[in-house]
């Protein structure tokens, strides 16, 4: 285990222990920092504490305008957390993003353990649908597909 990984495992037993109460603060300059680079650091930080508080904070990072063209390891970072509730969010990245950060959808989508509500289900199936209908050899083509057949396989099992 490199130094790295065993400074990121004690401070996630200090903040499990109440001991340190640093995550609300790496939340909020996850979510208010101008800089990408300082954003990132944070986001790796918090990806490796995995605390529950986060993955609001990475979300609305995500959002950020600030955040447009250096979403994709925000996003990479949701895979930490079940998003399950979030699933049309991630569907829209996946898309209407750039590539890097779409693929990165894909993979926190295919992380996600459900059930999905039947509503939001059904609107990721046709928000791809459509997608696919209007965006004929576009480069996330076979991404898209991919993901609608793991979407009807997820729900099959459910």
Partial sequence: MSIEEVAFRNLKMLIDKNQVSLVKELNQILQTTKSHEVRDSVAKI???????????????????????????????????????NHLLFFIDLTISDNYYTASNALLVIKEMKGPFKAAHYKKAIDKLSFFLDRNKDDEREVMIRDLMDFLVKVQIKL
């Fill in 46 to 84: 918090l990806y490796c504490i995995k605390h529950k508080t986060s993955l609001r904070a990475f979300i609305n990072a995500i959002k950020n305008p600030l955040s447009k063209n250096h979403r994709g390891y925000l996003v990479l970072c949701c895979e930490a957390f079940d998003c399950s």
